[in-house]
Nanobody
Framework: QVQLVESGGGLVQVGGSLRLSCAAS????????MGWFRQAPGKEREFVAA????????YYADSVKGRFTISRDNVKKTVDLQMKSLKAEDTAVYYC??????????WGQGTQVTVSS
């Protein structure tokens, strides 16, 4: 089991930057793939970014590629999402997720990101 708590959300202007953090508690953080999903009002939840257990490989949705960077620290048990050049369409609740194999089994409570124009 792992518990996930996100932080760092807030209000930012178009073109601005924001850094989300996710703190994990529980054992064996390094055994989990980590990722971020988001859900905008009236839309389905969508994949944003993911990182492998060692942090050696990252994956991004096309919509955020080149603007967002995911990273993790297996000692501190944290995973971050650095977001730059934010657009209004990035407005959503962002969720930190963890998975041992296959699907993402554990989800945080979410943090709101609002990008204003």
């Amino acid at each position: 089991q792992v518990q996930l708590v996100e932080s760092g959300g807030g209000l930012v202007q178009v073109g601005g930057s924001l850094r989300l953090s996710c703190a994990a508690s529980g054992r064996s953080f390094s055994l989990y793939r980590m990722g971020w999903f988001r859900q905008a009002p009236g839309k389905e939840r969508e994949f944003v970014a993911a990182i492998t257990k060692s942090g050696g490989t990252t994956y991004y949705a096309d919509s955020v590629k080149g603007r967002f960077t995911i990273s993790r620290d297996n000692v501190k048990k944290t995973v971050d999402l650095q977001m730059k050049s934010l657009k209004a369409e990035d407005t959503a609740v962002y969720y930190c997720v963890a998975g041992a194999a296959g699907s993402y089994d554990f989800w945080g409570q979410g943090t709101q990101v609002t990008v204003s124009s």
